[in-house]
């Protein structure tokens, strides 16, 4: 009977997942995610106790952390001084383009991709209306370069944050193997971009003003001092979750900034998906559920490593990146383990451009530029979007094979 709960449940939230919504009630993934959990307890698939076990607090608290540090650094006007500052030096569109794709990728590395584009969105919406360009390109960048960008680290995205808490893997190392990968990637962004759109792009790039808003020196000051010991921490081997949580903490000692303001840039919704999925994985695992339905130790014997890529882009595209590899942690095997981890970080995180709905970054994106009436259609993002992510798959197979040799 537990088995049968325990899937009815885990069903229903996979379904709200893959379509955003319950198409039955007004029961969006964050909703979903307190409703499975509250089920999974309510039923007896796992006690109140058990249930608390499943949740991995080091993930939520690092999560927590660079949400914190991310909304601290935006109140300080970081962000609007880089795009500035890269206004000032810009002369042509397609320069324009690549500032997008280079700044936005290279930020989602170390701060979580989906809060940059919450930010960076409407800065380039206001850069190209200011300046009579067609959007759509850009804002195209910002979606494509904040994944790719953003796989580079385990602090890019919630489900590379993930994999780092649960994981043997080390940032250092990590970032060693996917750094290489995503910058190659950025640049094929722009490529693709720039091929696509090459009429428009064409040109100088008519004049802008700056993008107004309050700058703070000092805070700025301490927000990178503050985020560049948090990466010196991560590199060199301390408790991602124990560091990040003492930036924090640092940047909240402040008499300049209200605390309310801070918390309003946090993410909090994303962090009740986090613990919900915690409960209702758990209650999965625990019933026998997982067993039964895949067998992991015997799929594991035939699973290859870019079998298990692809499985990796199609199920995050089904269910949605963090869930997927929730699920698939399960498929890894014990020997080369960390090989395996490192290919399901990257893999679920270039998933997320395979289609418009492949990730909640660019959900973001396209929702704040529905906002200013512009339009961003399935197949306008499909059309770049599909060949990118076939493509760097292919690559992140052969870049993987020549690291760690044809056994994979």
Known sequence: MIVVLSAVILLSVLVIFTLGKSPFFRVDRVGAAIIGASLTVATGVLSFDEAIKTVDYRTVVLLFSMMIVTAHLNLSGFFQLIANHSLIRLQTKRQLLLAVIVTVGLLSAFFINDVVCLLFTPIVISISQRAGLNPVPYLLGVALASNIGSAATLIGNPQNIYIGSVSPLSFAWYMAVALPLSLFGLILTYTFISRVYQAELEGPLPEAFPVSGAFHPYLIKKGLVVVGFILAGFLTGFNPAVVASLGA????????????????????????????????????????????????????????????????????????????????????????????????????????????????????????????????????????????????????????????????
């Open 249 to 408: 903490a640092f940047l909240l000692l402040t008499r300049r900034v209200k605390p309310a303001k801070v918390y309003a840039g946090i993410d909090f919704n994303l962090l009740v998906i986090f613990i919900g999925l915690f409960v209702i994985i758990g209650g999965v695992e625990h019933s026998g559920l997982l067993v039964r339905l895949i067998n992991p130790h015997f799929i594991g014997s035939f699973l290859t490593l870019p079998v298990f890529a692809i499985l990796t882009v199609l199920l995050s595209n089904i269910v949605s990146n963090v869930p997927a590899v929730m699920l698939l942690k399960f498929f890894i095997p014990s020997n080369d383990g960390y090989v395996w981890w490192a290919a399901m970080a990257v893999f679920s995180t270039l998933a997320g451009n395979l289609t418009l709905t492949g990730s909640i970054a660019n959900l973001i994106v396209v929702e704040l530029a529905k906002k200013k009436d512009i339009e961003i259609s399935f197949s306008t993002y499909l059309k770049i979007g599909f060949p990118l992510t076939v493509t760097m798959i292919i690559i992140g197979l052969v870049y993987f094979k020549m690291l760690f040799g044809p056994r994979f």
